[in-house]
């Protein structure tokens, strides 16, 4: 990533952006000084980006079938093309 040093104390800012999807995960910095550029600092404690507003509804379907015989068995399948890796199942509750 690019970066650019600040005046005053020492930093440096990553711009980040437009951000998306695909930048939601976990963040550390490292430092390292001219004298030693081989050598790195420990990491810096982790920063999790979530980015919200931006993922699509997964989609599910049933199968074989939404209509099925009492004892029969079906297997529900929940997709996405956003690139989930957690999903939930809740079933919603009628008179």
Do not use: I, K
Not at 22 to 36: I, K, L, V
Not at 44 to 61: F, I, N
């Amino acid at each position: 990533m690019e970066h650019r040093l600040s005046p005053g104390r020492p930093q440096v800012l990553f711009p980040v952006g437009p951000v998306n999807a695909s930048h939601r995960g976990t963040y550390r910095c490292y430092g390292s000084s001219s004298s030693y550029p081989q050598q790195w600092s420990e990491p810096s404690y982790p920063l999790h980006l979530e980015v919200t507003g931006v993922l699509e509804a997964p989609s599910l379907v049933a199968q074989p079938g939404q209509l099925v015989l009492t004892g029969d068995s079906l297997t529900l399948q929940c997709r996405s093309q956003t690139g989930f890796d957690t999903f939930t199942l809740t079933r919603e509750e009628g008179p």
